[in-house]
């Protein structure tokens, strides 16, 4: 779900368009690499890739970011997390679809001495084209194989960052992305709304109050956005 989530998905500031972590080829690379689509030796053939052909490095991009916004859509509906029309789901699947065709078109049955199977389908054998076959392979993985009951996002209707997540709970009541980056967010307006209350003569009861000036633990990590000085 690293893909989905490299897109702003909560509500923008007035006029601003969502913030895109995969901004550019270079944020692309450095992406695929943090989240393991690709070794170093791999990302250097990419990168040498689209040297050679800039065009081709913005095609990568392109697809790459029409796999995680049909991801999103695909995960949206399948998990009823927001409500999506029969029509969009369909395309957002046969997008994916179509595009996993591609990359298996361009994989190679490689040998896998002893491993479980005889052999195993190595994807992204083109280096140009590696980062989007690898991305839309794992995207249908998730589809398959993903448990839906446990697939939430953070509710942006509640102030949350609208990031789809797994919950691991025990009893999957987990409703943050991180209690400690959105919760504690939320925790700290609501206390901030109800001292203003306090102050205008509607007096909130000190265990309330103490209640949500307690604060939140573990830290969200960031988002995988490259430095500015990345390049590929």
């Not at 779900?1 to 995969?22: C, F, K, S, W």
């Not at 361009?106 to 280096?127: K, W």
């Not at 398959?144 to 709970?169: H, I, K, M, Q, Y």
Request: glycine share 8%.
């Amino acid at each position: 779900m690293d893909l989905v989530n490299t897109r702003e998905r909560g509500a923008p500031a007035p006029g601003a368009e969502p913030h895109d972590h995969l901004a550019d080829p270079a944020a692309l690379l450095v992406w695929a690499r943090r989240a393991g689509l690709a070794g170093d030796a791999e990302a250097e053939a990419v990168a040498e890739a689209w040297e050679r052909a800039p065009g081709a490095a913005q095609a990568a991009l392109a697809a790459t970011r029409d796999i995680r916004e049909s991801l999103y859509v695909g995960l949206l509906a399948t998990a009823g997390l927001a409500p999506v029309e029969a029509g969009e789901r369909s395309a957002a699947l046969d997008r994916l679809h179509s595009r996993w065709v591609a990359a298996a078109g361009r994989s190679a049955l490689a040998p896998e001495p002893g491993g479980a199977a005889p052999a195993r389908l190595a994807v992204g054998t083109v280096p140009a084209l590696l980062v989007p076959d690898r991305a839309v392979d794992s995207a249908l993985d998730l589809l398959r194989t993903a448990d839906v009951s446990r697939v939430r996002r953070c509710p942006t209707e509640n102030g949350g960052c609208g990031w789809v997540f797994l919950d691991r709970s025990r009893n999957g009541s987990r409703k943050w992305c991180r209690m400690a980056d959105c919760g504690a967010e939320v925790k700290a307006r609501r206390l901030t709304e109800r001292r203003r209350a306090v102050r205008a003569g509607r007096p909130e009861s000190p265990e309330r109050l103490e209640r949500l000036e307690r604060p939140a633990a573990e830290p969200r990590p960031q988002p995988p956005s490259p430095s500015p000085s990345q390049s590929y």
